[in-house]
């Protein structure tokens, strides 16, 4: 089960993001939506490294608000796909950048095998307790050679950490684990950095004027607390030295993951899976239809009941989702390619 602070941080923070950059400007929405702690430097080297290209299909395990994958396609031309299990960050993601997203979890992926060009996984991995589940989902995913560009929190010494230290939720590997992991799912690493590069001032302060408008609007909500006290302990583990955050560029090899007994790269009802997150998504749209938004908006705003903007806007995120649905669909049984 999720811990209620990573809902907070992950979904909650997510969908307050949006509409906070919907009353500043969309020129936040990129440093804002980048919740990995991912700088201009870090992801210009994840690009560089998995050499991306004009029309790569990149796959965003744990997406987030989709501030990484929408600078991959603003700077290098990729066709991403957003994928991340938090509602509300789902709809962050497709009301700020308009991208293809799916709302899943990275370890029951979606998508057919060997469909996408590159993967990234940014500030995920510490986030779940099976790392290696979704590893292999990413591997079975990938065309055999494509590149995964990750960014991990490590911990330097083996269970070191004080439990009240450790944010909810986490699970750091150290470096051994992690490179097992890797190599157990069938990668191979290529190169590894230590300490990317920081934010210049232009990108930190869009992102800390977001900042601003989000605790102004929730600082007396329980999630709002919830989150801060995650990235305190976050702030705190780092300046201590105990976690680092690594920049990883590995490649998937051509056979299949190393087998432990049992199928490790198991086909995973893909089509029964997108045929319930689209009977889940049709049926909010019918709820948020059922409201009758523009009924309400004629009606002078002292009779309002709820804010008929809000509702407008919620019903154009999920026919935004609809259309990924579909698209993706698609793109699994080879009828479309994506746009
Ligand atoms: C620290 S945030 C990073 C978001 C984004 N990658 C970025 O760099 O801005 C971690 C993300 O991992 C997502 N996540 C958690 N569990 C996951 C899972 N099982 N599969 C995929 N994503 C997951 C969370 O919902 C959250 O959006």
């Known amino acids: 089960m999720t811990a209620p602070a990573m809902v907070a941080e992950f979904d909650d923070v997510a969908g307050w993001t949006a509409e906070a950059v919907a009353q500043l400007g969309a020129e936040h929405a990129i440093p804002a939506a980048c919740r990995g702690s991912a700088s201009p430097a870090a992801l210009a080297w994840l690009a560089e490294a998995c050499e991306l290209a004009p029309g790569t299909r990149l796959l965003d395990v744990g997406a987030g608000a989709g501030g990484p994958a929408a600078w991959a396609a603003r700077r290098f031309g990729v066709r991403p796909v957003l994928l991340d299990p938090m509602p509300a960050a789902c709809r962050a993601?497709?009301?700020m950048f308009g991208?293809?997203?799916?709302l899943a979890s990275g370890d029951r992926i979606p998508l057919r095998a060997g469909s996408m060009d590159a993967a990234w996984c940014l500030g995920v991995l510490c986030t779940v307790a099976d790392k290696a589940a979704l590893l292999r989902e990413m591997h079975r995913v990938l065309r055999p050679g494509a590149s995964l560009g990750l960014l991990v929190v490590v911990v330097r010494t083996p269970r070191a950490l004080a439990v009240p230290a450790?944010?909810?939720?986490n699970l750091f590997p150290t470096?051994?684990?992690?490179?097992d992991l890797l190599d157990e799912a069938g990668f191979d690493l290529?190169?590894?950095?230590?300490r990317p590069g920081d934010a210049p001032l232009s990108w930190s302060r869009r992102a800390a004027r977001v900042a601003e408008v989000v605790a102004t609007r929730h600082r007396a909500d329980r999630a709002y607390a919830l989150a801060a006290r995650q990235s305190e302990s976050f702030t705190r583990l780092f300046d201590s030295g105990q976690i680092s955050m690594q920049l990883i560029h590995a490649v998937?090899?051509?056979?299949?993951?190393h087998t432990r007994g049992g199928n490790v790269n198991p086909s995973n009802g893909d089509e029964e899976f997108e045929i319930e997150l689209e009977v889940e998504v049709r049926a909010e749209l019918t709820l948020v239809e059922s409201s009758r938004p523009e009924e309400a908006a004629a009606l002078?705003?002292?009779?309002?009941?709820?804010?008929?903007t809000d509702v407008q806007a919620e019903e154009i995120e999920l026919r935004n989702l609809l259309g990924a649905i579909e698209e993706l669909g698609g793109l699994r049984r080879g009828e479309t390619e994506l746009p």
């Open 99 to 102: 991208l293809p997203v799916v």
């Open 93 to 95: 993601a497709a009301r």
């Open 252 to 257: 998937r090899r051509p056979g299949g993951a």
């Open 175 to 179: 470096q051994a684990e992690l490179a």
């Open 190 to 194: 290529v190169e590894q950095i230590d």
């Open 300 to 308: 002078p705003a002292s009779e309002w009941l709820f804010d008929p």
């Open 166 to 169: 450790v944010p909810d939720g």
